[in-house]
């Protein structure tokens, strides 16, 4: 009989947030090539809040998937930007109700005194940018993982 793993126990969703910078690199590098269409944005500015509804790739399950030979898979995820007080975007058609984005990273560029803008940069060019009052960002997994549609793994990975 072979010792358990790691990998062997139980799967639990995502549920992560981001105080420093360094914090928000570990959220980058699990959302990048998510995908979600641009109705999914919201902006409350009345809570200060800016919410995505991704549909991200599950690196962390890539090697586990690999080694045993079953099928990548994806899983809706909410991205939520708090104490947000401007949004701003580049090269995003709002009015496009059928335009898909692909998210390739989320970077913070701090200002004074704890603000800063939270960058959200789109392939093809794309950008959203967020000015903070702080940095607070959470990543939480609400749906069960899926088979991802494609059955591949995106190209990259940083």
Request: hydrophobic share 40%.
């Amino acid at each position: 009989m072979a010792d358990a793993s790691f990998e062997d126990g139980r799967e639990v969703p995502l549920n992560l947030g981001a105080l420093e910078e360094e914090d928000l690199k570990v959220i980058s590098s699990l959302i990048q090539d998510a995908v979600f269409p641009a109705t999914e944005m919201s902006w409350r500015a009345s809570q200060r809040r800016f919410a995505l509804l991704l549909n991200r790739f599950r690196w962390e399950d890539r090697d586990a998937a690999e080694r045993r030979g079953r099928a990548y898979e994806r899983v809706q995820s909410l991205l939520v930007v708090d104490n947000v007080l401007r949004v701003a975007s580049q090269g995003v058609d709002r009015k496009d109700k059928d335009l898909v984005l692909s998210l390739l990273a989320v970077s913070f560029e701090p200002g004074e005194d704890g603000t800063g803008h939270v960058l959200l940069t789109l392939a093809g060019d794309g950008a959203i940018r967020l000015s903070v009052e702080v940095l607070e960002v959470s990543l939480r997994d609400v749906t069960r993982p899926y088979r991802a549609p494609s059955g591949k793994a995106p190209d990259h990975k940083s």
